[in-house]
């Protein structure tokens, strides 16, 4: 049998012999024709991606022109600190997720709607990371960039992150309808998520019971949502001092510094906890 070597279609290529790349190292890219280019690095311009391949022969390296429409997939390694980001993620240490995902989310940006990126899947924990932290204008931006991807996840994500922007510009009424408007229950991490939007939006409306309903359905339904846990407690320790629920609210603030004492809430429940504790004069 006669082997069929790759020969790039000359309209599509642009040659630069030797040439450099900014580009991010893949493992193979499949396009929706069935040709796969294996160890290829890709970069983008606008709706275009471009792959650097080797000249038949090995005499030096061109660059191939491909539109997005026509990439199947592409396979990139695992980043090695999306691993350690998932661990820190379970265990509602949002500070180390933010550090772990700074550089990665940034440079990655370009690539993030391409089939096969791990941006996704890192922007996802660092939005969980940047709403347990309270940076509430950050994470609505990320969420925006977050709806480019077309998918159930990321779509619902976004939907539920850009109610920041409503939040931060205390337009309340926004936020309620926006989170109503996705599934209290069984609608993933983007429902979790948009509940504890509707907490907090309720918690300044001073609607303390409806508030509590918002945070416990995120701790009783989206318990492995691990990096809103800890921030949905103090949300509830919130409600409960609003509703005068003493034994509740210090019972919560116990909680969140057992369970979760990596957490950025873990500090403050623990001096909360301290004066609660503390003889009264």
Same mark, same amino acid.
């Given at each position: 049998?006669?082997?069929?070597?790759?020969?790039?279609?000359?309209?599509?290529?642009?040659?630069?012999?030797?040439?450099?790349?900014?580009?991010?190292?893949?493992?193979?890219?499949?396009?929706?024709?069935?040709?796969?280019?294996?160890?290829?690095?890709?970069?983008?311009?606008?709706?275009?991606?471009?792959? !650097?391949?080797?000249?038949?022969?090995?005499?030096?390296? %061109?660059?191939?022109?491909?539109? &997005?429409?026509?990439?199947?997939?592409?396979?990139? *390694?695992?980043?090695?600190?999306?691993?350690?980001?998932?661990?820190?993620?379970?265990?509602?240490?949002?500070?180390?997720?933010?550090?772990?995902?700074?550089?990665?989310?940034?440079?990655?940006?370009?690539?993030?709607?391409?089939?096969?990126?791990?941006?996704?899947?890192?922007?996802?924990?660092?939005?969980?990371?940047?709403?347990?932290?309270?940076?509430?204008?950050?994470?609505?931006?990320?969420?925006?960039?977050?709806?480019?991807?077309?998918?159930?996840? %990321?779509?619902?994500?976004?939907?539920?992150?850009?109610?920041?922007?409503?939040?931060?510009?205390?337009?309340?009424?926004?936020? &309620?309808?926006?989170? !109503?408007?996705?599934?209290?229950?069984?609608?993933?991490?983007?429902?979790?998520?948009?509940?504890?939007?509707?907490?907090?939006?309720?918690?300044? !409306?001073?609607?303390?019971?409806?508030?509590?309903?918002?945070?416990?359905?995120?701790?009783?339904?989206?318990?492995?949502?691990?990096?809103?846990?800890?921030?949905?407690?103090?949300?509830?320790?919130?409600?409960?001092?609003?509703?005068?629920?003493?034994?509740?609210?210090?019972?919560?603030?116990?909680?969140?510094?057992?369970?979760?004492?990596?957490?950025?809430?873990? *500090?403050?429940?623990?001096?909360?906890?301290?004066?609660?504790?503390?003889?009264?004069?």
């Amino acid at each position: 049998m006669i082997a069929r070597c790759f020969r790039p279609p000359l309209l599509l290529c642009g040659i630069v012999l030797s040439m450099a790349t900014t580009g991010l190292k893949a493992q193979d890219v499949t396009t929706t024709d069935g040709q796969t280019y294996l160890n290829s690095s890709i970069r983008r311009s606008g709706e275009q991606f471009f792959i !650097k391949v080797m000249v038949p022969g090995g005499t030096g390296s %061109m660059e191939m022109g491909i539109p &997005l429409a026509r990439i199947a997939k592409v396979s990139f *390694p695992e980043p090695p600190e999306l691993v350690k980001a998932k661990a820190a993620a379970a265990k509602g240490y949002a500070a180390e997720v933010l550090s772990l995902t700074s550089d990665s989310v940034a440079k990655q940006a370009e690539l993030k709607d391409l089939p096969g990126s791990w941006w996704p899947e890192l922007a996802r924990l660092r939005l969980l990371a940047l709403v347990s932290e309270g940076k509430n204008s950050e994470s609505a931006e990320l969420a925006r960039q977050m709806g480019v991807v077309k998918s159930p996840l %990321m779509e619902s994500l976004s939907r539920s992150g850009t109610l920041f922007t409503s939040f931060c510009a205390s337009d309340l009424q926004a936020v &309620l309808v926006g989170a !109503k408007a996705l599934p209290r229950i069984g609608g993933g991490e983007g429902s979790a998520l948009a509940q504890f939007v509707l907490g907090k939006a309720l918690l300044l !409306k001073k609607d303390y019971p409806g508030a509590l309903r918002a945070f416990l359905t995120i701790k009783v339904f989206y318990p492995s949502v691990a990096l809103l846990q800890p921030a949905a407690m103090m949300g509830s320790y919130e409600a409960y001092v609003g509703v005068k629920d003493q034994k509740r609210a210090s019972q919560t603030l116990e909680d969140i510094v057992k369970d979760w004492p990596d957490s950025p809430q873990a *500090p403050d429940a623990s001096k909360k906890q301290k004066i609660l504790q503390a003889p009264q004069t």
